[in-house]
């Protein structure tokens, strides 16, 4: 027995082995059918010859055979390689060469891309096809995920498992191309899977505590939206699963759409990537069910954010309406895992950059290592310690920039800005890589974006900097209105004045009809500087002396 997720999800399987533990549009599997098709998958995977630490990789979206194909990847000890669904060719043979998958497990209407790039990829060795409905031919050999399931034995009888299995996580790579983290198994679980208490800060020394308390409790409905691509939402599911929670699984994404499945499941806490999903989901609220009526919410306890930035004036658009309703924001990373959260309350959100209440082992450091005063104002860098990972995958170079030792502490450093509050609390300000520096002033962009959206005008908008000739970059804002609305400079930087210092408003705009973000929410300021550089601005404020 081991803190690893197959053990942790095994324990609930035989607590309560015939609650439903996953369920769709028409189907529901139980934690017995979970641990049956499991088991079959991963007796297949070690008859391919996988062995701990082989690399199998998952390019699928949201579904129950998804799931169980990341359940089955741990019960092997492998280490399960997350494919975005999205990727084109060359950003899936990356991926495949660089993690030396051996395996791949992917749903059919990818078959025409992977078949491309086998040719390069001579490590990956076997395929196994989940049928999703479409009609692309399977590849030549590859084997299928229903024939696997209903032909090998369901039986659990493995070998034991260790804490010290690998976990990885590809990160999405807003900068650059994807590196995989590499966790240890027990050390992604206590920052991401409960085993340390994300409100108390208490460590779980019982691997049953889990499976046990949510035995003896009533069953949560958690309903996570982002892509299995995203860490959280992996972690969303899994907790359910340690706890004999129901997971709600669904591959696509509608504002409308959400509300109706909160309706259909009686879902209790829905999770969600920032304002990318928030703010359709609480128009949709707005606007009510299509047959004229408000959704019904009654089951709703909480809406948890996490990865992207959700806008103080977004929350509170919920809290107006379901003045009941829990919002929680927490920060983290691929390099961090969970760093700290906040709970929204009406009318008292912060405006501006991101607040949280930072975890124990989350601190903000000078580049020397030593910590940022509370209420100092300086911008550090933020820092974990204690459970982190264990390096980047293939990337010795990057493993020595981003975890350091200071003082005998080894810290995960994935390069976030950040200021700490007098009460302790933790400002995000955004990744360095990102900001901008304007006559030597820094600015981040997230921070800029948070307070442009309270403007009513404004449904999304990414900030990027662009050249200026006397101040070497200047600040830009991509902006996609509400409505097709296209609101002025001035009254843009009326309401962000508001929030944010003069030198940080943007002095030219760009309008699109959309914000092109990451399918987990993230912002693509790639993208944005693209936008910028492609044509004039629509509107840009001169200044003639002073900085604001």
């Not at 501006?352 to 030593?370: H, I, M, Q, S, Y």
């Not at 662009?466 to 001035?490: F, K, N, T």
Request: net charge negative; aromatic share 8%.
């Amino acid at each position: 027995m081991a803190f690893h997720i197959a053990d942790l999800i095994e324990h609930a399987v035989d607590l309560v082995p015939d609650r439903i533990a996953l369920e769709t549009e028409g189907q529901s599997v139980t934690y017995a059918d979970v641990e049956r098709q499991a088991n079959a998958l991963t007796h297949e995977l070690l008859e391919l010859g996988v062995e701990p630490g082989d690399r199998v990789g998952l390019y699928s979206r949201n579904t129950i055979e998804c799931v169980i194909a990341m359940i089955a990847i741990f019960k092997a000890r492998a280490a399960m390689v997350n494919v975005n669904y999205r990727y084109v060719e060359a950003e899936l043979e990356h991926i495949v060469t660089d993690s030396q998958m051996t395996v791949l497990i992917h749903e059919r209407q990818y078959g025409d891309r992977v078949v491309n790039v086998l040719p390069n990829c001579p490590e990956l060795a076997h395929l196994v096809v989940i049928d999703d409905g479409t009609d692309v031919p399977v590849p030549d050999g590859a084997l299928r995920y229903d024939d696997i399931v209903a032909t090998r034995s369901g039986d659990r009888d493995f070998g034991p498992r260790s804490d010290d299995d690998i976990y990885m996580l590809y990160t999405g790579g807003t900068t650059g191309r994807p590196k995989g983290v590499v966790w240890r198994q027990e050390d992604v679980w206590r920052v991401l899977g409960g085993g340390i208490n994300f409100y108390t800060g208490e460590r779980i020394a019982d691997e049953w505590q889990q499976a046990r308390d949510g035995a003896k409790n009533g069953q949560l409905v958690r309903f996570p939206i982002p892509p299995f691509i995203h860490g959280g939402s992996q972690w969303a599911v899994f907790q359910e699963l340690f706890a004999g929670g129901k997971a709600v699984i669904y591959p696509e994404f509608g504002g409308h759409q959400a509300w109706s499945i909160v309706e259909k499941h009686r879902v209790n806490v829905v999770m969600i990537t920032g304002d990318a999903m928030a703010r359709p989901m609480v128009e949709a609220l707005e606007q009510g069910h299509p047959e004229g009526r408000p959704y019904d919410t009654s089951s709703m306890l909480s809406l948890a954010s996490s990865a992207a930035l959700f806008s103080a004036s977004v929350k509170d658009q919920y809290l107006e309406m379901l003045p009941n309703l829990l919002i929680f924001d927490a920060i983290g990373s691929s390099e961090t895992g969970f760093s700290g959260m906040s709970a929204a309350q009406k009318g008292t959100s912060h405006v501006g950059a991101p607040r949280v209440t930072a975890d124990k082992a989350a601190v903000v450091l000078r580049e020397d290592g030593t910590r940022v005063q509370p209420g100092s104002g300086e911008v550090g860098i933020l820092a974990r310690s204690g459970h982190i990972p264990l390096r980047y995958h293939n990337d010795p170079e990057k493993t020595a920039k981003t975890f350091k030792e200071f003082g005998g502490i080894r810290y995960a450093i994935p390069g976030d800005f950040a200021t700490v509050e007098a009460d302790g609390s933790i400002t995000m300000l955004g990744r360095g890589s990102q900001s901008i520096n304007t006559g030597g002033e820094k600015v981040f962009p997230e921070e800029v974006e948070a307070a442009l959206k309270a403007h009513p005008d404004v449904f999304d908008t990414v900030v990027v900097g662009v050249p200026d000739e006397r101040y070497g970059q200047r600040v830009a804002a991509v902006i996609a209105g509400r409505a097709g609305a296209r609101p002025s400079l001035a009254s843009l930087n009326e309401v962000a004045r508001t929030a944010i210092a003069g030198y940080k408003c943007p002095r030219s705009i760009w309008f699109v009809d959309s914000i092109k973000r990451s399918p987990a929410g993230k912002p693509d300021y790639r993208w944005g500087k693209s936008v910028t550089e492609s044509r004039a601005a629509d509107e840009i404020q001169q200044v003639i002396s002073g900085r604001a």
